[in-house]
């Protein structure tokens, strides 16, 4: 059975830096994508960033393009999502999923349940 844990949130402050780890267990194939999400209190889940394993295809969403940057691990199955200078906005819970396909990172509620991670916290202060 395929299964994700993040790991890697904490509080920082303004301007600093954290990066998530999406750790991978149950694959037995190469490809595979995987998006990032946050949830942030009282808003909807939204696509962050996602990566196609076998083509390099990668998504960025405008709030954090420039910022962010995904990328995949070839001694660990594990995808990171490095995330520079942060924003008390960028507060939220940060989930990774599998993608059925690299449109579903524009459409989180299209994502089977059985195919997220249980998240890690996010908090970014002024």
């Known amino acids: 059975e395929m299964q994700l844990v993040e790991s890697g949130g904490d509080l920082v402050q303004a301007g600093g830096s954290l990066r998530l780890t999406c750790s991978l267990s149950g694959f037995t194939t190469d490809d595979y994508a995987i998006g990032w999400f946050r949830q942030a209190p009282g808003k909807k889940r939204e696509g962050v960033s996602g990566?196609?394993?076998?083509?390099?295809?990668?998504y960025y969403s405008d709030d954090v393009k420039g910022r962010f940057t995904i990328s995949t691990a070839n001694a660990k199955d594990a995808v990171y999502l490095q995330m520079n200078s942060l924003k008390p906005e960028d507060t939220g819970v940060y989930y990774c999923?599998?993608?059925?396909?690299?449109?579903?990172?524009?459409?989180?509620?299209?994502?089977?349940?059985?195919?997220w991670g249980q998240g890690t916290q996010v908090t970014v202060s002024s």
């Open positions: 999923a599998i993608l059925h396909n690299m449109a579903a990172v524009y459409a989180p509620s299209t994502i089977s349940p059985d195919r």
């Open positions: 990566i196609e394993k076998w083509s390099g295809v990668i």
